[in-house]
């Protein structure tokens, strides 16, 4: 059983930034996709950022220049570092991991909230 687990959301400030981590249970090399996604109150769940086999990133419009997504393949972590947080990125964030993005493994998802 794959487990993905996520950790790092919490309540910022608009500006402020925030780091959240995804520990996977077995090795991430074996996942040709490690993302992160978001969903909002009624809103559909939608790609964040995503690293695809090769070291090809994705990135929403929305988030680009502002979030960068990595990972430590000898820890088998994913990570996204979330800077110039705004209002409108407040979501539960959920890492994703399989063989393309946004397919097979999901976390629970971590909250991140925006607000002054």
């Known amino acids: 059983q794959v487990q993905l687990v996520e950790s790092g959301g919490g309540l910022v400030q608009p500006g402020g930034s925030l780091r959240l981590s995804c520990a996977a249970s077995?090795?991430?090399?074996?996942?040709?996709?490690v993302g992160w996604y978001r969903q909002a109150p009624g809103m559909q769940r939608e790609l964040v950022a995503g690293?695809?086999?090769?070291?090809?990133?994705k990135y929403a419009d929305s988030v680009k220049g502002r979030f960068t997504i990595s990972r430590d393949n000898a820890k088998n972590m994913v990570f996204l570092q979330m800077n110039s947080l705004k209002p409108e990125d407040t979501a539960v964030y959920y890492c994703?991991?399989?063989?393309?993005?946004?397919?097979?493994?999901w976390g629970q998802g971590t909250q991140v909230t925006v607000s002054s």
């Open positions: 690293v695809i086999s090769g070291g090809v990133t």
């Open positions: 994703n991991a399989g063989p393309e993005l946004g397919v097979r493994y």
């Open positions: 077995i090795s991430i090399n074996r996942f040709n996709a």
